[in-house]
């Protein structure tokens, strides 16, 4: 019988963060809740409570937190209300804590999941943005303090299945030694896959979150939409696998029942399969290197009958491009591409700017500012204000 593992959920009212509560909650006798946190939904957060009994639940924003308080006193939890960045830093490194689910969206869950690695937790990251923000202090990080890292995105998380050992080498001579001659990395083409390029200027924030496979957050939804999504998993899998951007082939494959697949030298092809529910990658890091039940159903092969593969049409993802010259550059490169995305694509989303337009801020930007390479998080962070403040800039001019 394992011992019951205290689990931080950074993002729990997110679209991660409710599967990963519902696998947990398929194994009591192996997990426990300690900390959940969100942003400011407090009645969501409330709910998740009342259900899971966590130590604590942290809001980033102060009047919900009040709010979650008053509620969860009424109801009778016991739950401990906590508020604020530095609170989510503290849920995620306690003592008692040991693994961290890192779900929060974009680059406000970098600090959080930083200081997890640096507590030496197990981390599970679906906060892509944190790597590609700080890849190379993320990875050094996770080295030096002896964290267990391991990737939730169902690529990720099915070419680390597919690897041998079965593990990330995060500092070492990366895949070669590994015999490996390539990854590819499989892409649905998202929503818009066939649409008329001349229709996607007109496409709506509602047509571009309604993905054809996947049930997600808001944000990642319009990052698949653009597949700026599949440009930041590339530099994902650069860091988690210490592979050269020239090693990821990326691969239309719109099933999405094929998650990723690695090219050994010897002709080798490994792929994962599964349905595109990401409670399976979750279920395979809560329990690595063991197994559990995740509550996906079996995949029918018969029934899915094809599966289908071609290139991807960079005139119509120019994103894609884009995040593939930053992931060559590299250096603070991917920070401010992923700092433009994200005030692009909120822009999008509040109907400020148009769904092609995302792709002319982002290149944009990346052309004004110059990368250097990081030498420690306030470079890093520079790069991102400075990237969100020029991109606000142009969404505001048009
Ligand atoms: P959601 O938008 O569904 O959820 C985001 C979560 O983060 C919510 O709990 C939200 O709280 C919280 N949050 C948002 N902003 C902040 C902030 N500034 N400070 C603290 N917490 C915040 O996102 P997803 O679950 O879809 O995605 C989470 C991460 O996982 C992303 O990085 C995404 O790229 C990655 N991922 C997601 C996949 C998916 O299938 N959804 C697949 C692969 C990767 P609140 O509810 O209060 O807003
Ligand atoms: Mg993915």
């Known amino acids: 019988m394992s011992v019951i593992q205290s689990i931080t959920v950074l993002g729990a009212t997110g679209s991660i963060g409710v599967s990963t509560l519902d696998v947990i909650a398929r194994h009591p006798e192996r997990y426990?809740?300690?900390?959940?946190?969100?942003?400011?939904?407090?009645?969501?957060?409330?709910?998740?409570?009342?259900v899971h009994q966590p130590r604590y639940a942290v809001l980033k924003d102060p009047d919900s937190a009040r709010e979650l308080e008053l509620e969860l006193r009424r109801q009778g939890c016991k739950t401990e209300v906590l508020q604020g960045a530095t609170a989510l830093e503290q849920v995620a490194v306690h003592e008692s804590v040991d693994a961290v689910m890192a779900a929060i969206v974009g680059a406000a869950g970098l600090l959080p999941t930083l200081a997890a690695v640096r507590a030496g937790k197990k981390v599970l990251l679906a906060n892509k943005e944190a790597l590609v923000m700080a890849g190379g202090l993320f990875t050094r990080a996770v080295a030096e303090h002896k964290a267990v890292l391991l990737p939730i995105d169902?690529?990720?998380?099915?070419?680390?299945?597919?690897?041998?050992?079965?593990?990330?080498?995060?500092?070492?001579?990366?895949?070669?030694?590994?015999g490996v001659r390539k990854v590819l990395l499989t892409a649905s083409g998202g929503p818009f896959r066939n649409t008329p390029i001349s229709d996607l200027p007109k496409v709506t924030p509602e047509q571009a979150c309604a993905h054809p496979n996947w049930s997600m957050g808001q944000k990642i939804s319009v990052d698949s939409a653009t597949m700026l999504n599949k440009g930041l998993e590339l530099i994902e899998a650069c860091w988690l696998f210490n592979a050269r951007p020239q090693q990821i082939q990326v691969v239309i494959h719109p099933q999405s029942v094929i998650h990723s697949m690695v090219e050994y030298i010897d002709g080798s092809v490994l792929a994962q399969l599964g349905n595109p529910d990401m409670r399976t990658p979750?279920?395979?890091?809560?329990?690595?290197?063991?197994?559990?039940?995740?509550?996906?159903?079996?995949l029918d092969l018969i029934a899915t009958a094809r599966l289908d593969f071609s290139s991807p049409d960079y005139t119509r993802f120019p994103c894609l491009q884009l995040a593939q010259q930053a992931a060559e550059v590299s250096g603070t490169a991917p920070a401010i591409l992923n700092a433009a995305n994200e005030e692009a694509v909120a822009a999008f989303l509040q109907r400020r700017i148009r769904f092609d337009q995302i792709a002319v801020v982002i290149g944009e930007v990346l052309s004004h500012l110059p990368s250097i390479e990081p030498v420690d998080l306030a470079h890093v962070q520079g790069a991102d204000t400075e990237a969100r403040a020029l991109a606000q800039q142009l969404i505001a001019h048009w």
């Open 154 to 178: 169902s690529e990720h998380n099915a070419i680390f299945q597919c690897l041998p050992n079965h593990r990330a080498d995060y500092l070492g001579d990366g895949l070669k030694s590994s």
């Open 282 to 298: 979750i279920a395979h890091a809560l329990a690595w290197p063991e197994r559990i039940e995740s509550g996906v159903a079996s």
């Open 32 to 50: 426990r809740v300690f900390a959940l946190t969100a942003d400011r939904r407090w009645q969501e957060l409330a709910t998740q409570c009342l």
